[in-house]
């Protein structure tokens, strides 16, 4: 059973916020700014690329996806959506000045890369064959090459 990655989202701010306790004064907001300005503006990418393709963001559903997207920021990451709510993450706990409160960013990664990733890829792989294999050599699954 694979839990939404909204809600593996949701439990690891939950978990950062308690493990970085009350919130320092000042809280680090000037280098926090640029982490979640950049997650956000790579997850509205991937989302307006869903949506232009007509396909699917429901991640619970995989099987439901009706076109490959390989182009724009999916041309340099496999699942921007992902990374990019990895880096709000980084970016809370920054804001928190708290280096406990990356654990659960390692956390989030490890069970969005561990269960729902090789979901997707099963599905995808399915549904695309050889144009998704094609695709998962051309492009990393997280970082960009540089």
Do not use: C, K
Not at 101 to 114: M, Q
């Amino acid at each position: 059973m694979r839990i939404s990655p909204p809600v593996l989202f949701a439990g690891a701010a939950a978990v950062q916020r308690l493990l970085a306790g009350r919130l320092p004064t000042p809280p680090l907001v000037l280098p926090a700014l640029p982490l979640v300005a950049g997650a956000g503006a790579l997850a509205i990418s991937a989302v307006a690329q869903f949506h232009h393709s007509r396909t699917t963001t429901n991640p619970v559903h995989p099987e439901r996806v009706s076109s490959l997207v390989t182009d724009g920021v999916f041309n340099y990451t496999r699942h921007p959506m992902y990374l990019a709510l990895a880096g709000t993450l980084v970016a809370h706990a920054v804001f928190r000045r708290s280096l406990p409160a990356l654990l659960p960013v390692a956390g989030f990664v490890w069970a969005i890369d561990r269960w729902q990733i090789p979901a997707e890829e099963t599905a995808l792989s399915a549904r695309f064959g050889g144009e998704y294999r094609d695709y998962i050599r051309r492009v990393p699954r997280w970082l960009p090459r540089v």
